[in-house]
Nanobody, 119 residues
Framework: QVQLVESGGGLVQAGGSLRLSCAAS????????IAWFRRAPGKEREIVAA????????LYVDSNKGRFAISRDNAKNTVYLQLSSLKPEDTAAYVC????????????WGQGTQVTVSS
């Protein structure tokens, strides 16, 4: 199993940047796909980005591509989400999750970190 803890959220003006971290514990971390999801008030949870176990492949939602970047450092058991050119619409609780490779469901979830973007 994997335990996930997010950090790095905060308050930022529109156009600003944040780097979120998802720190994991577990000896099999390098076998998991890690994804970032977000949930904004009044909206359903949506996936933001995902990265495969070795970092060879990444997935982005089209609307966010170019502003967000996901990466992982397996030596540190950490996945990052770089948020740039933030918009008020990006305000949400950002949560990381893990699933097995090559197929599986997102079974492991962190508690989330809040990102708030002011106008």
């Amino acid at each position: 199993q994997v335990q996930l803890v997010e950090s790095g959220g905060g308050l930022v003006q529109a156009g600003g940047s944040l780097r979120l971290s998802c720190a994991a514990s577990g000896r099999t971390f390098s076998t998991y796909v890690i994804a970032w999801f977000r949930r904004a008030p009044g909206k359903e949870r949506e996936i933001v980005a995902a990265v495969t176990p070795t970092g060879a492949s990444t997935l982005y939602v089209d609307s966010n591509k170019g502003r967000f970047a996901i990466s992982r450092d397996n030596a540190k058991n950490t996945v990052y989400l770089q948020l740039s050119s933030l918009k008020p619409e990006d305000t949400a609780a950002y949560v990381c999750a893990a699933r097995e490779w090559p197929s599986g469901t997102y079974s492991y979830w962190g508690q989330g970190t809040q990102v708030t973007v002011s106008s």
